[in-house]
């Protein structure tokens, strides 16, 4: 499979989009100084206790109060706390836990009322983005990503991701990282660690101590609700989590940022700087990859699919709904059942798509084409749970119900991605009205007139939908040969297919717009 990273940095903000074998798979959104990312570390200030919820709302400085419930507190909140306490008491110096004793840990069937109190400060992480109406969710379990490693402060625990199998390599694995991470440092270490040696191991762990130490030497000075630590920009935090030996290319087309990435890259991975590019062309970068015209295909209520059928997505507050239809597909040569396998096995594969493209997260019902024998349903299921592997959301899909629905839940930890593919008509401005075209020329020749007589511009370009080109040019003495005579210039005429009907506009002689 071939990867891709496209990145287009605007004034106000990045979007990053992940192409697999030419095909979008997932769009990131990063605007300027975009506050309570995940992984952010806030100092909060217990506002409320909520016994009934067993949680507390916390104020981190958003508009409405976050929301931690005592199943984030994590085991060794106790030590945080007491942490905090004598950081901010100027009565501990060094940023290490060498000598830091560890409090026991809490009641996992406890009391949030037992362990924190009102207008307690506590260090707390973003752990979900604000959504909707509601606050960022937070949890005091604190820890800090690497691209190797999970540094987990209070903690002596090291654990191993799921997915490297081999029994040999996790204990390689584990006998490096007891031996360089220091005390009352838990570690989680993560897929792409596999087959790394010492050396890139040992760098990660260290710069994920700095990471900690920073935030630390901060914590005495900082202000209750106020950010203390923050995770790196969207797209570095991407580059990190995503980047690996499958990708060919990331393409950026801001010179500054290029050189970040670059860097970064260097850092991280030396081998692979060489496919970081700066792409320098006018065209904008997400239309000379197609990038665009898929973001356009891809999101909205209808998405049709290549054999003819298509999706209808639907979102609620509560949950998201999909429904396959078949479309104009008919079973020719194959009977029914076997022609409703296809459809939903091609719904399948851009389903699984678009819960990565969108980001849909919570509960997403699916209401596949009805199909009789239990081995196609089951079939559907092992090809839709096949597809989901590539996501790095956490999901739960549930077999085909006697209804023939299919249920999946999926983390959501960011806003869902909405992008609006239905555009207002610049025409009209979406009155259904427009200028009559009688008067038209009329507009033109009396900016004509101010721009050459009055602002003395020479050898102006005028720019027009290819309709009102030919119209202009139309016949022996054309109206472009009257203004000629009328202005005593030549004025050239260029034909803007993207342009309406009744859009015009015109270029200095070099090239620039004119501000009428």
């Known amino acids: 499979?071939?990867?891709?990273?496209?990145?287009?940095?605007?004034?106000?903000?990045?979007?990053?989009?992940?192409?697999?074998?030419?095909?979008?798979?997932?769009?990131?959104?990063?605007?300027?100084?975009?506050?309570?990312?995940?992984?952010?570390?806030?100092?909060?200030?217990?506002?409320?206790?909520?016994?009934?919820?067993?949680?507390?709302?916390?104020?981190?400085?958003?508009?409405?109060?976050?929301?931690?419930?005592?199943?984030?507190?994590?085991?060794?909140?106790?030590?945080?706390?007491?942490?905090?306490?004598?950081?901010?008491?100027?009565?501990?110096?060094?940023?290490?836990?060498?000598?830091?004793?560890?409090?026991?840990?809490?009641?996992?069937?406890?009391?949030?009322?037992?362990?924190?109190?009102?207008?307690?400060?506590?260090?707390?992480?973003?752990?979900?983005?604000?959504?909707?109406?509601?606050?960022?969710?937070?949890?005091?379990?604190?820890?800090?990503?690497?691209?190797y490693i999970v540094l987990v402060p209070f903690s002596n625990v090291i654990s191993i991701s799921k997915k490297i199998k081999s029994n040999t390599e996790r204990n390689r694995l584990k006998k490096i990282i007891e031996s360089i991470k220091p005390k009352n440092f838990g570690v989680i270490i993560r897929t792409v660690s596999e087959g790394k040696?010492?050396?890139?191991?040992?760098?990660?762990?260290?710069?994920?101590?700095?990471?900690?130490?920073?935030?630390t030497k901060k914590l005495p000075d900082a202000?209750?609700?106020?950010?203390?630590?923050?995770?790196?920009?969207?797209?570095?935090?991407?580059?990190?989590?995503?980047?690996s030996t499958d990708f060919?290319?990331?393409?950026?087309?801001?010179a500054n940022l290029f050189e970040d990435i670059r860097s970064y890259v260097h850092?991280?991975?030396?081998?692979?700087?060489?496919?970081?590019?700066?792409?320098?062309?006018?065209?904008?970068?997400?239309?000379?990859?197609?990038?665009?015209?898929?973001i356009k295909n891809g999101f909205g209520k209808t998405v049709n699919l290549a054999g003819g059928a298509y999706l209808?997505?639907?979102?609620?507050?509560?949950?998201?709904?999909?429904?396959?239809?078949?479309?104009?597909?008919?079973?020719?040569?194959?009977n029914q059942e076997e022609n409703a396998l296809q459809v939903?096995?091609?719904?399948?594969?851009?389903?699984a798509r678009q819960l990565r493209l969108r980001d849909m997260g919570g509960i997403v019902v699916i209401d596949f084409i009805d199909m009789h024998k239990p081995?196609?349903?089951?079939?559907?299921?092992?090809?839709?749970?096949?597809?989901?592997?590539?996501?790095?959301?956490?999901?739960?899909?549930?077999?085909?119900?006697?209804?023939?629905?299919?249920?999946?839940?999926?983390?959501?930890?960011?806003?869902?991605?909405?992008?609006?593919?239905?555009?207002?008509?610049p025409t009209c401005d979406g009155t259904g009205e427009i200028k009559a075209s009688i008067v038209l020329m009329d507009d033109i020749e009396s900016n004509l007139t101010y721009i050459l007589q009055e602002q003395n511009e020479k050898n102006i370009t005028l720019c027009v939908h290819p309709y009102i080109e030919a119209f202009i040019k139309k016949g022996l003495v054309s109206l472009r040969w009257k203004w000629f005579f009328k202005f005593g210039q030549r004025i050239k005429i260029r034909a803007v297919s993207s342009y309406n009907l009744t859009e015009f506009h015109f270029l200095s002689s070099k090239d620039e717009e004119i501000k009428l």
């Open 248 to 254: 060919t290319n990331v393409y950026v087309n801001d």
């Open 312 to 334: 209808v997505v639907e979102h609620t507050e509560a949950l998201h709904v999909i429904d396959v239809n078949s479309g104009n597909r008919t079973a020719s040569k194959e």
């Open 223 to 243: 202000e209750p609700s106020k950010r203390v630590w923050g995770e790196m920009d969207r797209t570095s935090t991407l580059i990190r989590d995503i980047l």
């Open 1 to 147: 499979m071939v990867k891709e990273l496209i990145i287009d940095s605007t004034p106000t903000g990045v979007t990053i989009a992940l192409i697999e074998d030419k095909h979008l798979v997932e769009l990131h959104k990063e605007h300027i100084n975009n506050n309570y990312a995940v992984g952010d570390i806030y100092l909060g200030r217990i506002k409320k206790i909520m016994p009934g919820l067993n949680a507390a709302f916390v104020d981190v400085g958003y508009e409405k109060d976050a929301f931690l419930h005592y199943f984030d507190l994590g085991p060794q909140v106790q030590s945080l706390i007491k942490l905090t306490k004598i950081k901010r008491n100027g009565t501990v110096n060094g940023t290490l836990l060498d000598n830091f004793k560890l409090e026991s840990d809490i009641n996992k069937a406890g009391k949030i009322s037992e362990i924190v109190s009102k207008n307690l400060i506590l260090p707390v992480q973003i752990a979900k983005e604000p959504i909707s109406t509601k606050g960022p969710r937070l949890s005091s379990d604190l820890s800090i990503a690497g691209r």
């Open 375 to 425: 081995t196609n349903r089951k079939m559907l299921f092992d090809y839709l749970r096949d597809l989901m592997l590539l996501d790095r959301a956490k999901h739960t899909i549930l077999p085909p119900s006697k209804f023939g629905l299919v249920q999946i839940t999926r983390q959501r930890v960011r806003p869902e991605m909405n992008i609006v593919t239905v555009e207002k008509c």
């Open 197 to 215: 040696g010492v050396t890139e191991l040992q760098k990660d762990l260290l710069d994920s101590v700095s990471k900690w130490e920073n935030f």
């Open 267 to 294: 850092e991280i991975s030396p081998e692979m700087e060489k496919i970081v590019k700066h792409y320098k062309h006018k065209e904008p970068i997400f239309e000379h990859f197609g990038v665009e015209k898929q």
């Open 344 to 351: 939903n096995k091609e719904a399948a594969k851009e389903i």
